[in-house]
């Protein structure tokens, strides 16, 4: 059985990895969150939920000794404020995981810094700047075995298990459901296979949604929006 531990638990991305963790028969899954009471109660009751700050070296080393791999869905939540936290978690956890002989780990990034990756929003930087931080330190430690998952606009959609990934380039759809984002990570901590091809690299995600679906996420609502102002412009220039 593996004994996974898992940071940022309480986003979108680490609740999904909980969900689906808390149900696997050969994972055993600890939560090191902030807030406990933001995990449901149904997935709580079969977790490891360790409260603490992953800004307190001791606390995560601590919490990472005895454990086989970490998942890290460290992230802002929904703001796009600057912030340093990604990149100084994830330093307090690579020295945690060399402190108690961890050397796997999978954390989430992003895909606007793939090689190929998307031009970045002006208003994200902030944020898109903090998860190079955090892979550069990653790419420094060559001694850990890490994997870089990097999804365009991750979407609350439902377990599709149609999704494709890239290595070191950007997937060809724009979204990916969060389920989909969790069942990769965990195959990734669970199949040696998939970690030895992904080791030291970027992967890119992304689902095929169902139509419905996707045109709930920004990307269909700017397609819907740029399509819109396509067919007035075309209108106003013929009539």
Same mark, same amino acid.
């Given at each position: 059985?593996?004994n =996974?531990?898992?940071f940022?638990g309480?986003g +979108?991305s680490?609740l999904?990895?909980?969900?689906?963790a808390a149900d696997e028969?050969?994972?055993?899954?600890?939560a090191?969150?902030r807030?406990?009471?933001?995990?449901?109660?149904?997935? +709580?009751s079969?977790?490891?939920?360790?409260?603490g700050?992953? =800004?307190?070296?001791e606390e995560v080393s601590d919490a990472i000794?005895g454990k086989?791999?970490?998942i890290?869905?460290?992230?802002?939540?929904? @703001?796009l404020?600057?912030?340093?936290?990604?990149?100084r978690g994830i330093?307090n956890?690579?020295?945690g995981?060399r402190?108690?002989?961890?050397?796997q780990?999978?954390v989430v990034?992003?895909?606007?810094?793939l090689p190929?990756g998307y031009?970045?929003?002006f208003f994200?930087k902030g944020?898109?700047n903090?998860?190079a +931080?955090?892979?550069n330190m990653?790419?420094?430690a060559?001694d850990?075995?890490?994997?870089?998952? %990097?999804?365009?606009?991750?979407?609350?959609q439902?377990?599709?298990?149609? /999704?494709?990934t890239t290595?070191n380039?950007? %997937?060809p759809?724009y979204?990916?459901s969060t389920?989909d984002?969790?069942?990769?990570?965990?195959r990734c901590?669970?199949?040696?296979?998939?970690?030895n091809e992904?080791?030291?690299?970027m992967v890119?995600?992304s689902?095929k949604?169902?139509?419905?679906?996707w =045109?709930?996420?920004?990307?269909?609502? @700017?397609?819907?929006?740029?399509?819109a102002?396509?067919v007035?412009?075309?209108? /106003? /220039?013929?009539?």
């Amino acid at each position: 059985m593996k004994n =996974l531990i898992v940071f940022g638990g309480t986003g +979108r991305s680490g609740l999904a990895v909980l969900k689906q963790a808390a149900d696997e028969l050969d994972i055993q899954v600890t939560a090191f969150v902030r807030t406990p009471t933001k995990i449901p109660g149904h997935v +709580r009751s079969k977790i490891l939920v360790v409260k603490g700050d992953v =800004l307190k070296k001791e606390e995560v080393s601590d919490a990472i000794k005895g454990k086989d791999a970490v998942i890290s869905c460290l992230g802002n939540g929904f @703001s796009l404020m600057p912030t340093t936290v990604i990149s100084r978690g994830i330093g307090n956890i690579i020295e945690g995981m060399r402190e108690n002989n961890v050397k796997q780990i999978v954390v989430v990034g992003v895909a606007f810094l793939l090689p190929n990756g998307y031009y970045t929003p002006f208003f994200m930087k902030g944020i898109v700047n903090d998860h190079a +931080r955090m892979i550069n330190m990653l790419k420094k430690a060559k001694d850990l075995d890490w994997v870089i998952a %990097a999804p365009p606009e991750i979407s609350d959609q439902l377990f599709t298990n149609e /999704y494709t990934t890239t290595l070191n380039k950007n %997937a060809p759809e724009y979204v990916v459901s969060t389920q989909d984002l969790a069942h990769w990570l965990l195959r990734c901590i669970k199949d040696d296979k998939l970690m030895n091809e992904s080791c030291h690299q970027m992967v890119g995600i992304s689902s095929k949604l169902p139509l419905k679906n996707w =045109l709930s996420t920004t990307s269909g609502v @700017s397609t819907l929006v740029l399509v819109a102002l396509l067919v007035l412009s075309i209108y /106003y /220039y013929t009539v």
